[in-house]
């Protein structure tokens, strides 16, 4: 929440000051509630982006679309054509008998009124579940997560668009 601008011209701390020089300065109330609304909405979109790293790193990775909307898009890598909902999730079979381990950056996050994105890097690896002696796959991929506010004022992920860089872009990332 943000706090009130409160404006005392001519205050020295070292002398009282009269009641008659006081003043008061507030943004308008529509101002005011804009800026709290602007402060919550960022706190929801962090909270849903960690959710859902978190989701997608656990033993659990079918509780990841939980937190899409009924529409979801994904645009995959060397796909032509989109995929929703419930081709995603037959796409992300795989994960049944493998686990992600991965470091992911937060590379950048905006929030606007009703829609808000966030870039992320996911360097690491995917895990057997089933065969510990089996050897793991390096997994390299950079998103942009486009969410969007619904009516009942959740965020929910919306747009699912990414990519994995070529051995030779793996090694340096831009700075922005």
Do not use: C
């Not at 005392?8 to 701390?13: A, E, V």
């Not at 994105?117 to 950079?142: C, N, Q």
């Amino acid at each position: 929440m943000r706090s009130a601008f409160w404006h005392w011209p001519h205050l020295r701390l070292d002398s009282p000051v009269p009641s008659h020089q006081l003043e008061l300065s507030l943004p308008p109330m529509n101002a005011l509630n804009q800026a709290q609304n602007q402060d919550s909405d960022e706190r929801d979109v962090r909270h849903l982006v960690l959710d859902a790293i978190n989701r997608t790193q656990s033993d659990e990775f079918e509780r990841f679309f939980d937190l899409f909307t009924p529409e979801a898009t994904w645009m995959l890598p060397s796909q032509v054509k989109d995929v929703g909902l419930d081709e995603a999730k037959r796409f992300y079979r795989f994960t049944e008998k493998f686990r992600f381990e991965q470091q992911v950056n937060i590379d950048e996050v905006r929030v606007f009124s009703e829609v808000a994105y966030a870039r992320l890097t996911f360097d690491g690896f995917l895990v057997p579940k089933l065969d510990p002696s089996a050897a793991s796959i390096r997994s390299v991929s950079r998103h942009l997560w486009i969410m969007r506010k619904e009516h009942t004022q959740q965020w929910r992920l919306d747009r699912v668009i990414w990519n994995t860089p070529r051995p030779n872009e793996r090694v340096t990332q831009r700075a922005y």
